[in-house]
């Protein structure tokens, strides 16, 4: 069984081949029952998350993620990936969870945004300063003209790092620290606030929000009035409507019906949608994450590293 730790994972996941394979893999699909998840209680933070997520693709391949998520630990992520073959199941590899996560999240917010951001967006802004935002910047500057990265965080001394690092990694783009979330041509956050970051009503013509963190019912990153004013589109329709704290609290207050969901990324995908459709329209992108996406990057990761 191989092994393939953090720094190999992110060699074998390049932006462009992942975010095909992720493209991929909502075209075709595969098995991924919703996600289990279990409180963790902590003791000095507030309450954590144990979840399960398994996916497979008959005959060839299974894998399952295991991921705790414990918010007054650094990073708060933690996870491994072990992927098995589909027929014997005999495993196969046991992969960095963490980085793959990170990955196949971004790679799933630009695929998104390919089909739902302006495609000359220029401006980026990051809500957060973790490693999903960190992620969050290579992807879209790979798939978009990129010139400027704000970085905003509730803690400033926490967006200067992120931002002084990405300038350091000599990025085409100018990286800066953000003392307000400010405006951008592509809104994305990536944090665990259950509260929201940003008054709707900022929000101007034509932006693209890709709304990453808010993984739980009790979770949220955006005001209902945002998604009531913006086309709404999911990476899956069934764990939105359970699990993504934006959608289902706008649900709940009467901001939106679960039928304003435009698309899911299966829609998306497969061309069922034609995602935006002029160059005002906000577009909202919530991501809870899907099982499928492990898979794919996992099968690109083992199948990268055991050919060499």
Request: glycine share 8%; with cysteine.
């Amino acid at each position: 069984m191989l092994t393939i730790e953090a720094e190999l994972v992110r060699k074998c996941l390049p932006w462009d081949r992942l975010i095909e394979a992720v493209r991929a893999m909502f075209t075709s699909g595969c098995d991924a029952p919703l996600r289990h998840r279990h409180p963790l209680p902590q003791r000095n933070a507030p309450e954590g998350s144990l979840l399960l997520m398994p996916a497979w693709l008959p005959h060839r391949y299974t894998g399952v993620k295991i991921v705790h998520v414990a918010p007054g630990a650094a990073p708060a992520v933690r996870a491994v990936y072990l992927l098995s073959d589909g027929e014997s199941g005999a495993p196969l590899a046991l992969l960095d969870g963490g980085e793959l996560t990170d990955r196949r999240t971004a790679a799933a917010s630009v695929l998104a945004a390919s089909y739902l951001a302006r495609p000359d967006s220029a401006r980026l802004l990051l809500l957060g300063s973790g490693k999903v935002a960190h992620a969050l910047a290579g992807a879209y500057c790979a798939r978009f003209p990129i010139a400027e990265i704000a970085v905003w965080s509730r803690d400033p001394a926490h967006a200067a790092r992120l931002a002084a690092q990405l300038a350091s990694e000599g990025r085409q783009a100018r990286a800066v620290a953000a003392p307000d979330p400010g405006e951008a041509d592509i809104i994305s956050a990536a944090t665990l606030s259950t509260t929201p970051l940003f008054a709707a009503d900022a929000v101007r013509p034509g932006t693209h929000v890709d709304l990453v963190g808010a993984f739980r019912p009790d979770m949220r990153e955006s005001e209902g009035a945002l998604l009531a004013r913006a086309t709404l589109a999911v990476d899956t329709r069934t764990g939105a409507l359970a699990e993504a704290g934006d959608v289902v609290q706008a649900i709940r207050e009467g901001a939106i019906t679960a039928a304003q969901v435009a698309a899911d990324l299966f829609d998306l995908a497969r061309g069922a949608h034609p995602g935006r459709t002029n160059d005002e329209e906000i577009t909202v992108f919530k991501s809870v994450g899907w099982a499928g996406e492990d898979l794919a990057a996992a099968i690109l990761a083992y199948e990268d590293w055991g050919a060499e």
